[in-house]
T-cell receptor
Framework: GAVVSQHPSWVICKSGTSVKIECRSLDFQATTMFWYRQFPKQSLMLMATSNEGSKATYEQGVEKDKFLINHASLTLSTLTVTSAHPEDSSFYIC?????????????FGPGTRLTVT | GENVEQHPSTLSVQEGDSAVIKCTYSDSASNYFPWYKQELGKRPQLIIDIRSNVGEKKDQRIAVTLNKTAKHFSLHITETQPEDSAVYFCAAGFMNYGGSQGNLIFGKGTKLSVKP
């Protein structure tokens, strides 16, 4: 149990376009999901906390108008990178915190490699 | 906000030896401290975690200790094996039981290499 998927696993887009990344909890419900960004050989940087039915909470320095988050259901959160630029190229990983058991664990998706040309 | 420092950044041990990775945190309100293992090209996997009401937790060859007063926690891997080679991340955060809070701040990671 506690499987999280992401789609797509990798995407290449042109500068100025928008890209949507989906994060799904496959076998559990998650009111809360998280979006991280990871640069090569670096740590996970929390971008925002996504709560179903409410606005996302963004970390300091993360542009909410550029990284749009929508958590429309208890199993799906989406991250849209708008007007992408080459500096947005990175590995984006989501995680989900299961509602059941009211535990503290977070489970990660496999990540999405974004390359902006 | 929370700040997590992790040391060392790289660690090389001989197979069978023990490995210790240390983390410190800044926010005394943090009450949850997980450790994740990330192999190259793969997602981080939770390997062990500890809550602030516990000082030590063990799962087979892996153990975690927490010193709330000093605000530091450590991961101990005994009898290391080549398959333990990976990047290990510590994290800290405040979790409210049954609620929606719970963001984690991660350390910078430790690349562990276990030589056969």
């Amino acid at each position: 149990g506690a499987v999280v998927s992401q789609h797509p696993s990798w995407v290449i887009c042109k500068s100025g376009t928008s890209v949507k990344i989906e994060c799904r909890s496959l076998d559990f419900q998650a009111t809360t999901m998280f979006w991280y960004r990871q640069f090569p050989k670096q740590s996970l940087m929390l971008m925002a906390t996504s709560n179903e039915g409410s606005k996302a909470t963004y970390e300091q320095g993360v542009e909410k108008d550029k990284f749009l988050i929508n958590h429309a259901s208890l199993t799906l959160s989406t991250l849209t990178v708008t007007s992408a630029h080459p500096e947005d190229s990175s590995f984006y990983i989501c995680s989900a915190r299961p509602d059941r058991g009211r535990g503290y664990e977070q489970y990660f998706g496999p990540g999405t490699r974004l390359t902006v040309t | 906000g929370e700040n997590v420092e992790q040391h060392p950044s790289t660690l090389s041990v001989q197979e069978g030896d023990s490995a210790v990775i240390k983390c410190t945190y800044s926010d005394s309100a943090s009450n949850y401290f997980p450790w994740y293992k990330q192999e190259l090209g793969k997602r981080p996997q939770l390997i062990i975690d500890i809550r602030s009401n516990v000082g030590e937790k063990k799962d087979q060859r892996i153990a975690v200790t927490l010193n709330k007063t000093a605000k530091h926690f450590s991961l101990h891997i005994t009898e290391t094996q080549p398959e333990d080679s990976a990047v290990y991340f510590c994290a800290a955060g405040f979790m409210n039981y049954g609620g929606s809070q719970g963001n984690l701040i991660f350390g910078k990671g430790t690349k562990l290499s276990v030589k056969p």
